[in-house]
């Protein structure tokens, strides 16, 4: 059954992209009962739960791929945004470090450091973390830019 898969995630991707979440990420564990050690899967069924705000199971499974894949830059940066939204500080700035260890150009954890940052109140780093992030092609949510211009935090132009 290993070989079905690629196919049921493949499939949960083109769910997720239509924004029928439910099935997709029931393509997601369909694939991980067809083979329990498919790293794709866990990550697609977490990316899934973060989008819905499910944290606990988006964290849960985020684990599971570390467990089988520990060189794919987005599984450490979606964790660790994660566990900043759940208030886990210490681990979420460990997984975010690893990220960009592995890609010092990922703009997710550069963005989730602006975050972290700016949840602080550390204006001077947001403003670097949220350039950075611009510059490897992450958009900024209207209310984030808000509030970092609010606090004089300078946003580099595209």
Not at 43 to 56: I, M, P, T
Not at 66 to 95: C, D, H, I, S, W
Not at 100 to 128: F, M
Request: hydrophobic share 35%; proline share 4%; glycine share 6%.
């Amino acid at each position: 059954m290993k070989h079905f898969a690629p196919d049921a995630v493949e499939l949960g991707w083109n769910y997720f992209k239509q924004g029928d979440c439910e099935t997709a990420l029931k393509r997601f564990q369909m694939a991980i009962r067809h083979d329990p050690d498919f790293a794709p899967a866990y990550f697609g069924a977490a990316y899934v739960c973060s989008a819905e705000g499910k944290l606990d199971d988006a964290i849960k499974y985020y684990r599971e791929t570390l467990k089988r894949e520990t060189l794919y830059v987005y599984t450490y940066a979606n964790l660790g945004y994660a566990l900043l939204q759940e208030g886990k500080f210490p681990e979420a700035l460990q997984m975010l470090d690893k990220a960009l260890e592995i890609d010092p150009t990922c703009g997710v954890a550069h963005l989730s450091y602006a975050n972290y940052y700016a949840y602080k109140r550390d204006w001077k780093n947001a403003e670097q973390s949220v350039n950075k992030a611009m510059k490897y092609g992450q958009k900024i949510h209207p209310e984030l830019r808000e509030m970092l211009e609010k606090h004089g935090v300078k946003l580099a132009e595209n």
